[in-house]
């Protein structure tokens, strides 16, 4: 067993910057009793992912349409018409689901969680840590939004956070590698 680090781990000022305020828990708060501080997504996701939710719904509607009119296949509207309450009913959800998003760095690990009723929270240890890869779609771009993803040789640890504004996202990059790499175990 090694001892824990004296120090804990520093975080970027950026990591809070256009953020939500607080963390939307559940009503059960005693499974969040964490030593440490959460951090949440820019408010930008929500109105990223309401873009990209609006184009899907659209180019939906035109081959839902195109099929109607143009080759008399008026069944297209069913599964089309289905698609889009599906997406409407994520659209209207999804705002308070961006509040619930949150990470903390630890002395040990980063503890990610998200959820109001099917909640999940994982706590990947730095050492474990074997890749940690920023991606970001081009509505992402344009709205200065990115996803990091964390990989660990344990297929189910992986955790991805989206939501993150380019510069923290970076800086939260940059102190994990910089942190995994003073942790390495067993590797």
Not at 3 to 15: H, I, K, M
Not at 33 to 48: E, F, K, M, N
Not at 101 to 106: C, T
Request: glycine fraction near 6%; charged fraction near 15%; aromatic fraction near 8%.
């Amino acid at each position: 067993m090694s001892a824990a680090p004296a120090n804990p781990v520093s975080e970027p000022a950026v990591l809070d910057e256009g953020n939500y305020e607080a963390l939307r828990t559940p009503r059960s708060e005693g499974a969040l009793a964490l030593d440490g501080t959460w951090h949440q997504i820019s408010q930008r996701y929500v109105t990223s992912q309401m873009v990209q939710n609006t184009l899907f719904i659209v180019l939906l509607a035109a081959a839902a349409a195109v099929l109607s009119f143009g080759f008399e296949q008026t069944w297209a509207w069913i599964p089309a018409g289905f698609l889009i309450v599906i997406t409407l009913v994520t659209m209207v959800i999804l705002p308070r689901q961006a509040k619930a998003i949150g990470y903390m760095l630890r002395s040990d690990d980063i503890v990610f969680r998200r959820g109001i009723l099917w909640q999940r929270m994982v706590a990947v240890p730095y050492g474990r840590l074997q890749l940690v890869d920023i991606t970001h779609g081009p509505l992402d771009r344009a709205f200065g939004v990115a996803q990091l993803k964390m990989v660990t040789a344990a297929a189910t640890t992986g955790v991805q956070i989206p939501g993150l504004n380019q510069p923290a996202a970076e800086a939260l990059r940059d102190t994990l590698i910089q942190v995994a790499e003073t942790r390495r175990t067993g590797l």
